[in-house]
Nanobody, 114 residues
């Protein structure tokens, strides 16, 4: 089992920045990919960014150039640095980890509004 705990969400003005953190615990050595997804009201959950155990990253087109996913050297915490935030980035952001099974965090709200 893998446990994921997110932090760092909040309210920010358009053009502002936020950094989300996701701390993983449990059987972390089996994790192959960690990432961030988001779900806005009335919409399906979508991939935002992910990073493999080898450091390969993928981003949704809508966030390329604005968001950066990274992790600490111990590979137990994944970060999502979000810049130039837009109102359409408003959503609940979920941390995800895969070791053949999928694990999810509880989600953290990000609201971009003036």
């Amino acid at each position: 089992q893998v446990q994921l705990v997110e932090s760092g969400g909040g309210l920010v003005h358009p053009g502002g920045s936020l950094r989300l953190s996701c701390a993983a615990s449990g059987n972390i050595f089996s994790i192959s990919v960690m990432g961030w997804y988001r779900q806005a009201p009335g919409k399906e959950r979508e991939l935002v960014a992910r990073i493999s155990r080898f450091g390969t990253t993928n981003y949704a087109d809508s966030v390329k150039g604005r968001f950066t996913i990274s992790r600490d050297n111990a590979k137990t915490t994944v970060y999502l640095q979000m810049s130039s935030l837009k109102p359409e980035d408003t959503a609940v952001y979920y941390c995800n980890a895969v070791d053949g099974r999928e694990f999810w965090g509880q989600g953290t709200q990000v609201t971009v509004s003036s």
